[in-house]
Every structure is written in structure tokens, then in C-alpha cells.
């Protein structure tokens, strides 16, 4: 599907058809106006912009049900995760007049930083990545149509590396005092790891689009709500969807999706559901203290801010990495350091993941930084 309003696709195909007829558009355009234009302007034409990423990205899980949550939204009442709402960094940026951009969208809500030098969907960590695999950056770099054309690569990886690490491996059990309650070896072998996929990601950009600039970014403080991630509906008319639309359009494979946050659609009147704020079930587990409320304890920022911390100081030293594996100096590359940015809870959807007035707030920093190349 390429989204022509929007001016975006999620199909590579498409995306190379409608890159293939734009070119033919300015050729004829540029030829019967040869004797007024002497030379196509770059600035006529909507830069090309490819995003991989994770649910900064594609909150909440709009690369698998944006068309069908537009139906959706006026049946059951299910909200955000249709064509046209504005839930995350890059439905903003595509919707912002300014950038005005030619997008291709690559990104999963659950990716991990090796998805960003995949040859293919390995399957595993994006959200039903094994029944429905989203398109890799290789993918699209390695087909000529995209790669000589285009102009920005916005990448965000690495918080869900980060904190699946840190719950698995890095929390320790509570000792009275969050410095001593961490391995702090295993968040920076972690952010180390997370910065080689980077690498890896500029490698491909070098190989096949070496005129592109890549941007991405660090994350925002996350320590200003522990609630879970909130799927909000209204479930009157769920017993509609089930009989009719889902047999109508086959659309049983979008339970999938919707089960991974926490929907079951064979419940009936539920009005939001919270699905569990993971990082800080483990912070109960381990006898940290406790949240008062939503709030998060001092205890638990503390350690959050670490780990951010960590990562985006590993992020930072990505050109000198770049320079000892590549034996050159790293051009056209930004890192937008966002960690003080919406730093109060009317930005946040959740303990991870900002809401619209949160994301657009990030897509400004996004837009200042390409609109400073543009």
C-alpha cells in the first residue's frame, strides 16, 4: 500500500514504483521546460526519508494495524491506531507541512538494534515479526530505486535492547541503596553491543546510499509514570466485529497483535486496559522500593537515568567507533540528545513510551535537524 495523501509507504515494492514514476514525471517535466529550467532544482521535488526503528517509530503498533484500525475506530471505538492519527515521532514528521517528505517506513514496534543491520526479519523480537516480518533497512537499501535517491535515514533502536537487559540481567535484589542494586558491566556491554548494530546500520548507508544523512536519537527520562501501556475502546459493538468484519475480511490474524498489548477481543466491556509496565514489575520483584501510586520512587529514576545515561554515552562515541573499524572519519551522522526533553507526565502514554503531545514534541527536534540540511 503506498498512501499517497500521506505520502508514505510500508512496501518496498510500491515505494521503488513510486520513486520510478516521480523520476519519469521530472524528466518530462524538466524536458518541456528546458528553455525556462535549465536544471531540476533538488528542492522541487519531497526528499526521500527512510525510518527503521522500534515503537518510537510505530506506536502503538501502527505498522500492523493502521488501515484495518481506521475501520476499527468507528465500530469499536478503537483509538490511535488508525491511517491518519498522529501517535508517534514519524506519523508527525509525515504529517508536518515543512519536511514535507517522501516517506518509507520500515519500522516495528518491538525491534531490537540488530534489526537494523538484518538482511531479513529474523522473526523474533518485533511485534509478530515470525507471522507478518516488516521490511529490513538492507532490504531497502540494496534496491537501487531507494538507495540512489535517498536523502535521510531516521533511525531509533536500542531502548528495548536496554531495558530487556537491565530486567533480565543488570537489576539486582535491593540492598538498600540503587547504586549497589545494579551490575553496571552489563548495561555498558549492552549499550556497547547496541552501538556495533549502529555501525553496522552506517556501513549499509555507506555501501549503497553514502549520500544520505542518518539521524536517530537517545531516549527521554522515562521516570514519570509506572503505569502500564493504556489500550483505550469502547467494546459495545465488539460482538459486530467478531461476527461480521473479521469473517468478512479475514481479519483474524489482527488478534495477534492486538493480544500482544494486552486486547482480547472474546472480552466484552472493556473501556482501557493497562497491560503491565514490565521493568517495573521486576523493580517489585527484586524488593526495590515501592511506586507510590503512578509516580516512580527516586530509587527507581535513579537507576533509569542510568541506563539511558549509559547508552547514550556509548551513542556518542559512535564516530569514534566508526574511525577504529573504518579507518575514517563519520560524515553525515546526528545524534539528537533528547534525555531532558518532555520531562513531566503530561508527555507520557506510559513507563516507556511518550503520548501524541509527547512524540510531537521529539518531532520538532527531528524537524529542526533536517530542516537544517533541506
Not at 43 to 58: Q, R
Not at 275 to 284: G, P, S
Not at 342 to 352: E, F, G, L, N, P
Request: hydrophobic share 35%.
Amino acid at each position: 500500500m503506498f498512501t499517497s495523501r500521506l505520502n508514505y509507504s510500508r512496501d518496498i515494492e510500491a515505494f521503488c514504483q513510486r520513486l520510478l514514476k516521480r523520476q519519469r514525471q521530472t524528466r518530462t517535466f524538466f524536458k518541456t521546460a528546458f528553455t525556462v529550467l535549465r536544471k531540476p532544482r533538488a528542492s522541487t521535488l519531497k526528499p526521500v526519508i527512510l525510518t527503521e526503528g522500534d515503537s518510537w517509530f510505530d506506536y502503538p503498533l501502527k505498522s500492523l494495524t493502521e488501515v484495518m484500525g481506521s475501520i476499527l475506530k468507528h465500530t469499536i471505538g478503537l483509538k490511535n491506531f488508525g491511517v491518519g492519527s498522529h501517535t508517534n515521532v514519524i506519523d508527525h514528521l509525515i504529517a508536518d507541512k515543512h519536511v514535507n517528505g517522501l516517506f518509507l517506513r520500515l519500522e516495528r514496534s518491538g525491534d531490537t538494534s540488530p534489526d537494523l543491520v538484518a538482511k531479513v526479519s529474523d522473526g523474533q523480537c518485533g511485534v509478530a515479526e515470525k507471522s507478518m516480518p516488516s521490511h529490513t533497512l538492507f532490504e531497502a537499501l540494496s534496491r537501487k530505486e531507494i538507495a540512489e535517491q535517498t536523502q535521510f535515514i531516521l533511525l531509533s533502536a536500542g531502548g528495548n535492547d536496554m531495558v530487556n537487559r537491565a530486567q533480565r540481567h543488570s537489576i539486582l535484589e535491593y540492598d538498600g541503596s540503587w547504586q549497589s542494586s545494579y551490575d553496571p558491566d552489563i548495561l555498558q556491554d549492552e549499550a556497547d553491543r547496541v552501538v556495533s548494530h549502529y555501525i553496522g546500520a552506517i556501513q549499509l548507508r555507506d555501501q549503497y546510499a553514502p549520500q544520505a544523512h542518518i539521524i536517530t536519537h537517545s531516549y527521554c527520562y522515562a521516570t514519570h509514570t509506572s503505569k502500564g501501556s493504556p489500550i483505550q475502546f469502547d467494546m459495545k459493538e465488539v460482538g459486530f466485529v467478531k461476527q461480521f468484519l473479521f469473517k468478512l475480511f479475514n481479519l483474524s490474524w489482527l488478534k495477534i497483535p492486538l493480544k500482544s498489548v494486552g486486547l482480547n477481543l472474546s472480552e466484552l466491556g472493556e473501556i482501557t486496559i493497562d497491560t503491565d509496565a514490565h521493568l517495573h514489575k521486576v523493580f517489585d520483584k527484586k524488593g526495590w522500593p515501592e511506586n507510590q501510586g503512578e509516580s516512580v520512587h527516586p530509587e527507581r529514576q535513579a537507576f533509569i537515568k542510568v541506563l539511558l545515561d549509559a547508552l547514550y554515552d556509548a551513542m556518542y562515541d559512535i564516530p569514534q567507533r566508526y574511525h577504529e573499524v573504518c579507518g575514517e572519519g563519520l560524515e553525515r551522522f546526528d545524534l539528537l540528545d533528547i534525555r531532558e526533553e518532555c520531562q513531566d507526565a503530561r508527555y507520557w502514554a506510559d513507563y516507556i513510551h511518550l503520548n501524541p503531545l509527547g512524540y510531537q514534541r521529539i518531532k520538532d527536534c527531528f524537524k529542526d535537524k533536517l530542516l537544517e540540511y533541506l
